[in-house]
T-cell receptor, first 116, second 117 residues
Framework: AQSVTQPDIHITVSEGASLELRCNYSYGATPYLFWYVQSPGQGLQLLLKYFSGDTLVQGIKGFEAEFKRSQSSFNLRKPSVHWSDAAEYFCAVGTYSGAGSYQLTFGKGTKLSVIP | DAGVIQSPRHEVTEMGQEVTLRCKPISGHNSLFWYRQTMMRGLELLIYFNNNVPIDDSGMPEDRFSAKMPNASFSTLKIQPSEPRDSAVYFC???????????????FGPGTRLTVL
């Protein structure tokens, strides 16, 4: 079965500093990969996604992520963090079962705090 | 587009009562998903519909949970009877599954925060 690991539960960075959130997945084939952001009391907003092609994908709000097949990773990066980026970030993998059923499996999330 | 709409946003009920959560997917989307989010278990997929038909309900925790999608623009998740351990945020998401070229990108509603006393 597929799984997603976000090893960092909580990260604190200073405003203006760079950011990298880690995500590792376990799946036998190339999955669909997603990053979502959740602000307090809100739903999940899609930041970016990878299906195929260029392994460096650009998303909204200045975020990017790089798919590394050899490391089974899909880390999220931002060169300069803004205070409004404080939120919880979820990595997810989308997979199909043999019966055609589609499932999105989420990591436990990484909470980002930003110091002004 | 209004996005995925969920109601109510907050629900407080007593143990044993019936709870019904509602979802209106994005117009034109043909897949709908119900998730539950808790601190302990994170985000869990409960059930998934494609073209109004339940495809995978293996995540539904117990028979007390049921979900329906009577038409393409409406779905319900019902808990009867409710228990305190059902307290969580329940999210609905929708996507457009377009055959082999499906993007399978899910768009989430704001969620319903359920508290069972």
């Amino acid at each position: 079965a597929q799984s997603v690991t976000q090893p960092d539960i909580h990260i604190t960075v200073s405003e203006g500093a760079s950011l990298e959130l880690r995500c590792n997945y376990s799946y036998g084939a190339t999955p669909y990969l997603f990053w979502y952001v959740q602000s307090p009391g809100q739903g999940l907003q899609l930041l970016l996604k990878y299906f195929s092609g260029d392994t460096l994908v650009q998303g909204i709000k200045g975020f990017e992520a790089e798919f590394k097949r050899s490391q089974s990773s899909f880390n999220l990066r931002k060169p300069s963090v803004h205070w409004s980026d404080a939120a919880e970030y979820f990595c997810a993998v989308g997979t199909y079962s043999g019966a055609g059923s589609y499932q999105l499996t989420f990591g436990k999330g990484t909470k980002l705090s930003v110091i002004p | 587009d209004a996005g995925v709409i969920q109601s109510p946003r907050h629900e407080v009920t007593e143990m044993g009562q019936e709870v019904t959560l509602r979802c209106k997917p994005i117009s034109g989307h043909n897949s709908l998903f119900w998730y539950r989010q808790t601190m302990m278990r994170g985000l869990e997929l409960l059930i998934y519909f494609n073209n109004n038909v339940p495809i995978d309900d293996s995540g539904m925790p117990e028979d007390r949970f049921s979900a329906k999608m009577p038409n393409a623009s409406f779905s319900t998740l019902k808990i009867q009877p409710s228990e305190p351990r059902d307290s969580a945020v329940y999210f609905c998401a929708s996507s457009l599954k377009a055959g082999g070229a499906s993007t399978d990108t899910q768009y989430f509603g704001p969620g319903t925060r359920l508290t069972v006393l």
